[in-house]
Structure formats: C-alpha cells, structure tokens
C-alpha cells in the first residue's frame, strides 16, 4: 500500500532562514505529487504539484519542491521563510493502484520566530 | 459558490447519537473526497466519489460510517451510533476530476463527542 512519511512534525525557524520540509512515498510506480499548505483558521490549499517533466517544480509564495525519483522524495524549499510562512505542511501522493484518491503524510507544523 | 462548503461548522453530540455532515463541493467538479483529521495528526481518506457513485470505500472506518451524493453535487456523510473516538475534523474536497486533479479543500465539520 501506498504511504506518505514526513520525519519533521514541527520545524521552528528563525525569519530569513531556508527551509527544508523532507517527504518520502513509497509506492515505485508513477506518481503525482503535491504539497498542501494549512494557514492558521483558513483551508487546506494547493501549493505546488508534480506530474511530470522538470523534476524541480515551483510553486507559490517562492517554495519550492525537488522530486528524486531514485530517493522516493518530494522535498519541500524555501531559500528565506518569513513570519508568515507559519502554518502546517502536508505532502500528498497518488499513483497506481490508488490513483484516485490522495494519501496524505501526517504534516509538518512549521513555527517562524519574528 | 466559489468554493468547497460544508455544514455544520462544528457539532457537539453524545455518544450513541447519529450524526449526518455536509457537503457543497464546487459546481461542476465530478470527484468528491471525505477525510478525518484527528488532533495532531494527518489526513485519513475515509470515501472517494466519481459522480455519484463510489468507487473506493476502504477509508470508512466501520460500518457505522456511510456516505452518499446525489445530483453528482452534495454529499452526506452519515456516522451513526458515535463514538468519543469519532471526534475529529471531517473534511471534504472536490476536483475537476478523479485522479491526479488538484483538489479544493473545505472549512470541514469539527465533530465533538461526548
């Protein structure tokens, strides 16, 4: 069975810090990839997604995420995080046998310091 | 609407109590998706629908949990005999369509029991 592991479950970081949220799956197959983003009191949103092709995809608010085949990981980045990038990260994955339906790591709850 | 609705926002009931949650996925997306989030943790994937059909149960925890969607647009999710364990976020995104679509997120219902 498809699954999703995120090792961070909370990140605290200083403003203009980089930042790097780790995801790795583990089916072998294709798969898309995304990341969701979770503001504090608002719904959980797309950030970026990975299909195919460049294996480096830009998403918004300047992240970004590197999808290594050979490591089964969907890296998330960002060279300067700002207060307001506090919020909790999910890295989502579906592919073969589930393709319809998105299996969710359990998130990262990411903590900016001002 | 612009976007993924659900009601209640919140309920409150005691165990043994049926609830039913609901909800208004945006119009004209084919694919609605339920998931729990417990507290601290990640998304569970409870029921997917193509339609009105479901193709994939096997998130639904027990049988005490069912779902249905009629006019391929408003799902019901319809929990009976609650239990404490119940108590999380349920919550519902549409896509355009089933696999790897970009899916829309709603408020969710919180879902207290007692």
């Known amino acids: 069975a498809q699954s999703v592991s995120q090792h961070n479950h909370h990140v605290i970081l200083s403003e203009a810090a980089s930042l790097e949220l780790g995801c790795n799956y583990s089916?072998?197959?294709?798969?898309?990839l995304f990341w969701y983003v979770q503001y504090p009191g608002q719904h959980l949103q797309l950030l970026l997604k990975y299909f195919s092709g460049d294996p480096l995809v830009k998403g918004i608010k300047g992240f970004e995420a590197e999808f290594i085949k050979s490591k089964f990981s969907f890296n998330l980045r960002k060279p300067s995080v700002q207060w307001s990038d506090t919020a909790e990260y999910f890295c989502?994955?579906?592919?073969?046998?589930?393709?319809?339906?998105?299996?969710f790591g359990s998130g990262t709850r990411l903590s900016i310091r001002p | 609407g612009a976007g993924v609705s659900q009601s209640p926002s919140n309920k409150v009931t005691e165990k043994g109590k049926d609830v039913e949650l609901r909800c208004d996925p945006i119009s004209g997306h084919t694919a609605l998706y339920w998931y729990r989030q417990r507290l601290g943790q990640g998304l569970e994937f409870l029921i997917y629908?193509?339609?009105?059909?479901?193709?994939?149960k096997s998130g639904l925890p027990s049988d005490r949990f069912s779902a249905e969607r009629t006019g391929e647009s408003v799902s019901t999710l319809t929990i009976q005999r609650t239990q404490q364990e119940d108590s999380a976020v349920y919550l519902c995104?549409?896509?355009?369509?089933?696999?790897?679509?970009?899916?829309?997120f709603g408020p969710g219902t919180r879902l207290l029991v007692l």
């Open positions: 989502a994955v579906n592919g073969g046998s589930s393709a319809s339906k998105i299996i």
């Open positions: 995104a549409s896509s355009l369509f089933e696999g790897g679509e970009t899916q829309y």
């Open positions: 089916y072998g197959g294709t798969v898309n």
């Open positions: 629908f193509q339609g009105n059909s479901a193709p994939d």
